[in-house]
């Protein structure tokens, strides 16, 4: 009966350990006052550069900043902003 107890207890203390291992140490930072987006509309200014998600490619065209683009991607078209 004592043996059981023994194990039970080292796996208790084993997830235990493991669970304080998963939380993580904190945060480092500093606080800053929310600054609220700029005034909707267009944004004045051309680009060549499209940003779609973890994509980046060169359009072909100037486009205004800001408008709608696409980069081709693998199967499918990942859609993003002009930059």
């Given at each position: 009966?004592?043996?059981?107890?023994?194990?039970?207890?080292?796996?208790?203390?084993?997830?235990?350990?493991?669970?304080?291992?998963?939380?993580?140490?904190?945060?480092?930072?500093v606080?800053?006052?929310?600054?609220?987006?700029?005034?909707?509309?267009?944004?004045?200014?051309?680009?060549?550069?499209?940003?779609?998600g973890?994509?980046?490619?060169?359009?072909?065209?100037q486009?205004?900043?800001?408008?709608?683009?696409?980069?081709?991607?693998?199967?499918?078209?990942?859609?993003?902003?002009?930059?």
């Open positions: 009966m004592g043996e059981h107890r023994a194990a039970w207890r080292r796996a208790a203390a084993l997830l235990l350990i493991g669970g304080l291992a998963v939380v993580p140490a904190g945060c480092q930072g606080a800053e006052a929310y600054q609220p987006p700029g005034p909707p509309g267009p944004v004045a200014g051309y680009g060549y550069s499209c940003h779609a973890v994509y980046t490619c060169r359009l072909p065209y486009a205004p900043l800001g408008a709608p683009c696409s980069c081709p991607g693998l199967g499918a078209p990942s859609y993003g902003n002009v930059h």
